[in-house]
């Protein structure tokens, strides 16, 4: 009776530990997704919606260092943007953003994601990216003049939820050039889970086994 239960405290371990899974940074010339574009016309709002090329919906809210939470999708140009200052005489000059955040409609998941910090005197920026089991992983990169190209994948069957970006230092002009990839999350067991599975399958061998003499004895 003990190896019994023994047997099912190790089965029980083996669908209660997920497999180790990680969002990791990689080169953003490695990245080939889907571009976000904003086709719709000029969007201006506390929330604004991309689409990708294949027809998936990406949703953004943002602040900018004038204190407000409105942003604008520059229409047929794939960027983020602050909304209008209005305290210069310029009327296309925007608010700098301080924070931006994005995710799929829906609550889906990408596995790929290439975008392009560009221009502000934000000298820092901080990523916490969310993956599919709500866990988030934090980077932090220093910002230089112009361009500033960053990537992340999700690795060992983990995928990516959402992301939240801040700025240090001042804020950033735009995010663009987003793309991402929502291909199929490859879900192999990690080797620690292998050997848990296995034990889980040896310990019901060994349940059936004594169910069996149990039978012979009576």
Known sequence: MRASTLALVALATVTASPA???????????????????????????????????????????????GGNTIIAAGGQARIEGALDTSTRNPNDTLLLNSLNFSLAGGGTFNNLEFNVFGGTA????????????????????????????????????????????????????????????????????????ALLALGFLGLGFIGCQQKMQLRLY
């Open 20 to 66: 180790f899974a990680d969002i990791i940074e990689v080169a953003a010339s490695s990245i080939q997704g889907d571009n976000v574009l904003f086709n719709g016309g000029t969007q201006t709002g506390t929330t604004v919606m991309g689409q990708t090329q294949l027809g998936t919906d990406v949703l953004f809210t943002g602040t900018t260092l004038g």
């Open 123 to 194: 000298t820092s920026a901080t990523f916490l990216i969310t993956n599919n089991q709500g866990q988030v992983t934090p980077f932090t990169e220093t910002l230089g003049n112009g361009q500033n190209f960053f990537a992340f994948q999700g690795i060992k069957g983990q995928s990516i939820a959402s992301v939240a970006a801040s700025f240090t230092g001042g804020g950033t002009l735009d995010l663009r050039q987003i793309r991402l990839d929502q291909s199929a999350v490859s879900g192999v067991p990690e080797p620690a889970s292998w």
